[in-house]
């Protein structure tokens, strides 16, 4: 048998935005594939299907797992692989816990199993599991990425707005980095996991005169929306997502 490796994008937060084909490839895979950012845990753990998990607090805390679980129950009874995937910024510390984590994954497609790599939102989007996709890619391993909904999409239809319209451009930016620059680009931008910079975010914002719409835990318990700058807290969570316009755009 041909293994296999899949990145599926599971959505934004509400299990019944999974696509039918994600939840088909997530029954037809032996191997569950999950990220850990937690920063004590190092090397990529396998676990055998339908055993007791001892790492069942890791995919409590597993936002990507939680999603899926109620529109894919059996996944509870897979097989699982833990990968290191810390939020840190040091590129050579990082290049080498992905090496380890798709020789770790590797192994296993080799075995000729097919492993799904469940991420947030869209696999072609700021997503963990691409670290691992583009080297097992570069190896010659068959690779293939299953579309989800993005987080921005589900926030626009969250709100009840278009993202744009015409020749409007869409922009979407990180906000963990300097966006100063980027607040001045035309069109329609959106900012990805604002919450660690919110008062920064906040504060560039007003003073560039922007209409700011944003939506806290999109899809998921404890959801917010937030309608202009002023609302949004400071302490907003990490699943925090804006969506800023010129104030002319805003207008019919």
Do not use: W
Not at 51 to 74: F, R
Not at 95 to 124: M, R, S, Y
Request: aromatic fraction near 6%; hydrophobic fraction near 40%; glycine fraction near 8%.
């Amino acid at each position: 048998m041909k293994g296999m490796f899949y990145g599926i994008g599971v959505g934004p937060g509400d299990p019944e935005l999974l696509t039918l084909k994600a939840v088909r490839v997530i029954q037809e895979c032996e191997v569950l594939a999950v990220a850990v950012s937690a920063p004590d845990f190092k090397e990529p753990v396998y676990e055998e299907a339908k055993t007791v998990s001892a790492y069942a607090g890791l995919l409590e805390k597993c936002t990507a797992y939680q999603i899926v679980l109620p529109a894919v129950p059996e996944a509870a009874d897979k097989a699982k692989l833990f990968l290191p995937m810390p939020m840190m910024k040091e590129k050579e510390t990082l290049k080498q816990i992905h090496d380890q984590c798709a020789d770790f994954t590797a192994q296993l497609i080799e075995q000729g199993k097919k492993v799904a790599f469940i991420t947030l939102g869209d696999p072609t989007v700021y997503s963990t599991c691409l670290y691992v996709h583009k080297r097992l890619k570069k190896r010659g391993l068959t690779t293939s990425l299953i579309p989800g909904i993005t987080s921005f999409c589900a926030a626009a239809a969250r709100l009840d707005m278009g993202l744009v319209e015409n020749r409007e451009e869409l922009h979407v930016i990180p906000a963990s980095y300097e966006i100063e620059e980027s607040m001045g680009m035309p069109g329609t931008k959106v900012l990805m996991k604002t919450g660690k910079k919110m008062p920064y975010v906040k504060q560039t914002v007003k003073e560039k005169g922007l209409d700011v719409r944003m939506v806290e835990n999109c899809g998921m318990s404890g959801e917010q929306i937030y309608t202009t700058v002023e609302e949004i807290p400071d302490d907003a969570g990490y699943y925090s997502l804006m969506i800023i316009k010129d104030k002319k755009s805003t207008s019919i």
